[in-house]
Nanobody, 121 residues
Framework: QVQMVESGGGVVQPGGSLRLSCVAS?????????MGWYRQAPGSQRELVAH???????KYSESVKGRFTISRDNAKNTAYLQMNNLKPEDTAVYSC??????????????WGQGTQVTVSP
């Protein structure tokens, strides 16, 4: 049973920071796969904002590049997303998933509940 559990969201003012966590369970060889963070705003498609490969190389969407940082702790089966200088446009439900290594394709429908991020004065 593969499961993702996201946490760390909340309400912050523009310019604030949040650190999201994603704990993946049921993955035997977590360190061999990529992990990705996604977001979905109301009325919009789900967007891949960052992903990290087994060798710790990473990529970001242009809208978050320079502000967000993805990392992983293989001993804890956990991926993190550090979000700095948050903008109202970042408001969305953030979710994580397992991807094939060096790919943007998810391995399965393993979406968790997600965590809400709201940026507002």
């Amino acid at each position: 049973q593969v499961q993702m559990v996201e946490s760390g969201g909340g309400v912050v003012q523009p310019g604030g920071s949040l650190r999201l966590s994603c704990v993946a369970s049921g993955i035997t060889f977590f360190r061999d796969n990529a992990m990705g963070w996604y977001r979905q705003a109301p009325g919009s498609q789900r967007e891949l904002v960052a992903h990290i490969n087994s060798d710790s190389s990473s990529k970001y969407s242009e809208s978050v590049k320079g502000r967000f940082t993805i990392s992983r702790d293989n001993a804890k089966n956990t991926a993190y997303l550090q979000m700095n200088n948050l903008k109202p446009e970042d408001t969305a439900v953030y979710s994580c998933n397992v991807l094939y290594d060096f790919s943007t394709e998810v391995m399965g429908n393993y979406w968790g509940q997600g965590t809400q991020v709201t940026v507002s004065p």
